[in-house]
Each structure stands twice: as C-alpha cells, then as structure tokens.
C-alpha cells in the first residue's frame, strides 16, 4: 500500500475551505491540467455524504475513469472519499481540516493499492506516486490561493 500525506495552512475560515475542497466545479477548475471532468453522479456543486462522482481526465498521455463515493462525512472536519471504480486496486482520500491560530490546516491522507504485483509497483515507485503527489499538491495551492487572494 502507497501512503501520501500532506499538509496546507490556508489563511481562511474552515468552512470556506472544507467547502471549496467538495466543489466540482472547483476540481474542474483547478485539474484544467489533465481535463478533467465529471462525467456521471454529482457533476456540479458541492458532492456530499453517500454521493458518487465520475471523473474523466488525461493521466500519463492516456484518457482514464475514476469513480469515487463519499463515505464518511462531518462538516466542517472531514470527509472521505474512496473509489467505486477505477484502475487501482484501492484508493482511499482522507481530507480533514483543523482549525488553527492563522486560519485552516487542511491534511490530505491517500491511501492506494496498485494493480498488476511488481509491474504496479514498479510503475507507483517510478511515476504514480510523484504524479499524484503532484497534482494534490497542486490542487492544495489553487484552493489556498483562491481563497487567500479573494476580494
């Protein structure tokens, strides 16, 4: 099993944050990279406990679904959403938010099993796991910076 673990302080209300990390319309924005796009389930606006997405989008040159559904839900704290199906062999997104002194701590724990014994590991090691470190992390800057710099 792969583990990433992050951690964003964002200059913002728990709320704002917790709510703008479920946003669809938000991922959309901020995944232009891989064009990514809901394609069945919640398509549009806040997905909640129970809720499924379908996301489409261009990973590693090639065109790739992913269905994930909420399951476990506190607003404003936490929400977890865990794939339906996809490619892995599991995957698992935690995202909790804290209060703190200068606004918000938002912690992303990913859990995930790759396919295919060594051959899948040998991809995790060499490519996936940078790649989606990469792309929350970039996904954590666009929600800080969205909402440090709102007016």
């Known amino acids: 099993m792969s583990l990433i673990q992050l951690r964003t ?3 913002a209300p728990i709320e704002e944050v917790f709510d703008l990390s479920r ?3 938000f991922h959309i924005n901020s995944a232009k990279q ?3 796009k ?3 389930g919640r398509t549009s606006g806040l997905i909640g406990l129970h809720e499924t997405v379908t996301w489409r989008g261009k990973h590693f040159g090639i065109y790739l679904t992913h ?3 909420i399951t476990d839900f506190e607003y ?3 929400f977890t959403d ?3 199906k996809g490619h892995f062999r599991s995957f698992k997104h935690q995202h909790i938010f804290k209060d703190s002194e200068t606004g918000t701590e938002m912690i992303d724990i990913l859990e995930y099993k790759t396919p295919y014994g060594f ?3 040998f991809f995790d090691t060499m490519m996936l796991k940078r790649h989606l470190t990469q792309f929350l992390q970039n996904r954590n800057s666009f929600i800080k910076s969205s909402l440090e710099n709102k007016k």
Do not use: C, H
Request: net charge positive; proline share 4%.
């Open 119 to 121: 051959w899948g590991y």
């Open 67 to 69: 269905q994930s559904k």
């Open 38 to 40: 809901a394609i069945a």
């Open 9 to 11: 302080l964002i200059k």
């Open 82 to 84: 865990e794939m339906v």
């Open 23 to 25: 946003n669809i319309d």
């Open 34 to 36: 891989t064009k990514e």
């Open 76 to 78: 404003p704290n936490r």
